[in-house]
């Protein structure tokens, strides 16, 4: 086996079992404000944690994809393109 492949393999081997706890990821203050808050409102108001919460989640996963398509748009138009005018 080339060294490459097996270095490979050992990475995935090592990032597959380490706990899950080294990939949590999260803004340290989005955490703290949603643990603080048992009764789901935001500093006693009307206002919901779990419904500012997603809404940013959703902003940060959306961005990167409009991004990507912007970039990459005149590649994705030729890959369908091609891929509608293929044989077979």
Known sequence: MKPRFV???ALTALVVL???DLW???C???KAVAA???SGNVYGGSQSIGSGLNTGILFMIVIPY???FILFRKKIKGFIKEFSNAQG
């Open 24 to 26: 949590a990821q999260g």
């Open 28 to 30: 340290a203050m989005c």
């Open 7 to 9: 270095l490979l393999i």
């Open 66 to 68: 409009i991004l990507l």
């Open 18 to 20: 380490m706990p899950a």
């Open 36 to 38: 603080t808050s048992a």
